[in-house]
């Protein structure tokens, strides 16, 4: 089941890596790279919480293939139409347009992964080594966002039977793996479609993208009972969700657009941006990943004071990314703003817990994880264009936005134990 997870977020990020070098060898805007992903997470956003529903009614092992059976078919078709494109059989905005369709099959089908693999732990676990053990299965997702990246320089391939692969190469690869996957789980998993009775439940995971990894969300809903319904304009709430969505915005724009800054900043041919992309990529969710897993443990802020500290450093690095001439500045100031946007979300998940009671749990963590996941549906595109206007544009309004967010947190934001302000 880790690898299930793994399989399926490294799958997604690898492509999304090499997708602004694909763009440019293939001539189309860049608009339609972010356009490529941007639908996809629309897809997914919309899809999981159907699919989360769906695999606490019907068998957990079909639901698990049947999201890395959508995963397979999806890379494979991007790999088609991608290798079309490569080898000027069809035009390359007619290959990338046909890539998009691809995209939606990977939207729609590999949401139902994530949910049925939680479901089906949770109902073999005790109550007491639930949470642990789908921390664990987070983790694979959070892992797989830096697998992608790492690896994906390394998938490029040569001429195959005189056709060129190139840049298609990671679609192919990760595909021929997921069908790896595909059997081991068809083959190790017991059909259980016949059971009337399932053992715990699974929720929707977000959308697994470059800059978003996990933060607990998805568990808690998977281990919270059904209680009471959570609004997204609940008063206890609102002022967290909209932190998190212009914050998760901020990051998504940021993150989309930083292989085209590569390839430009640095002035390099597509082909020979993938190991510097792969790189900042690489440091960026390391960076995110040491806060959230070594840093933040050992300090005692508070879910306001996280939110606060994040946002004011994610100002500073995104601005500095924006203005960055060198791979080493680009890379480190990347890592700044994900350092920052590693202490942010985490405090945005455990704020928004902390303002309802136990019976809100469950309702309140789908609702965060609607959040993240909704940041890349239109944060991609708003981030390139906006990186088509001018290259330093996405991250400079990225770092305005943070800004004005750090004021709206010190006056919005109340953790539990703060008493409201007077005029409230």
């Known amino acids: 089941m880790f690898l299930v997870m793994l399989t399926v977020a490294a799958a997604n990020t690898a492509l999304q890596s090499v997708l602004p070098a694909?763009?440019?060898?293939?001539?189309?805007?860049?608009?339609a790279v972010a356009a490529a992903f941007s639908v996809s997470a629309l897809l997914w956003v919309l899809a999981a919480p159907f699919w989360a529903n769906r695999s606490d009614r019907h068998g957990r092992r079909h639901m698990i293939l049947l999201g890395v059976g959508g995963l397979i078919v999806s890379l494979a078709v991007c790999g088609i139409f991608l290798c079309l494109g490569i080898n000027g059989v069809i035009p390359g905005t007619a290959a990338f347009a046909l890539f998009i369709v691809g995209r939606l099959i990977y939207g729609s089908l590999g949401a139902a992964a994530p949910p049925a693999v939680q479901a089906l732990v949770a109902g073999a676990t005790s109550r007491e080594e639930r949470t642990k053990a789908l921390t664990l299965l987070a983790s694979a997702f959070g892992l797989g966002t830096i697998l992608g990246p790492a690896i994906a320089p390394y998938l490029i391939l040569g001429s195959i039977g005189g056709v060129e692969i190139g840049l298609a190469g990671p679609a192919f690869i990760m595909a021929a793996f997921g069908v790896l996957v595909w059997f081991t789980v068809r083959h190790m998993l017991p059909d259980?479609?016949?059971?009337?009775?399932h053992e715990g439940h699974g929720a929707q995971s977000a959308y697994p993208s470059i800059?978003?990894?996990?933060?607990?969300?998805?568990?808690?809903?998977?281990?919270s009972p059904a209680g009471e319904k959570v609004g997204f304009l609940d008063p206890r709430i609102r002022a967290w969700m909209i932190v998190g969505l212009v914050m998760g915005h901020a990051q998504a724009m940021t993150s989309q657009a930083i292989g085209f800054l590569v390839i430009d900043r640095l002035h390099?041919?597509?082909?020979?941006?993938?190991?510097?992309?792969?790189?900042?990529?690489?440091?960026g969710a390391g960076a995110s990943l040491l806060v959230q897993w070594g840093i933040i443990p050992l300090l005692n802020l508070n879910p306001r004071q996280l939110v606060l500290v994040g946002l004011a450093v994610s100002a500073v690095g995104t601005a500095l990314t924006g203005l960055a001439g060198s791979l080493y500045g680009i890379a480190t100031a990347y890592a700044l703003a994900s350092l920052g946007f590693g202490f942010a979300r985490p405090g945005f998940t455990a704020g928004s817990s902390l303002a309802v009671g136990p019976e809100g749990q469950g309702s309140?963590?789908?609702?965060?994880?609607?959040?993240?996941?909704?940041?890349?549906?239109?944060?991609p595109s708003i981030g390139v264009g906006l990186y088509e206007a001018q290259h330093s544009l996405p991250y400079?309004?990225?770092?305005?936005?943070?800004?004005?967010?750090?004021?709206?947190?010190w006056l919005a934001l109340r953790d539990k134990d703060e008493p409201e302000p007077a005029s409230s």
């Open 22 to 31: 694909l763009g440019r060898s293939l001539g189309v805007r860049d608009q």
């Open 192 to 197: 259980d479609r016949a059971s009337s009775v």
């Open 211 to 223: 800059g978003g990894a996990p933060t607990g969300a998805s568990v808690r809903a998977a281990t």
């Open 268 to 283: 390099l041919p597509p082909a020979l941006a993938l190991e510097p992309t792969g790189l900042v990529l690489m440091m």
């Open 364 to 379: 309140v963590a789908g609702k965060v994880t609607s959040v993240n996941g909704a940041s890349f549906v239109l944060g």
């Open 396 to 409: 400079l309004v990225a770092g305005a936005a943070c800004v004005v967010m750090i004021g709206y947190a």
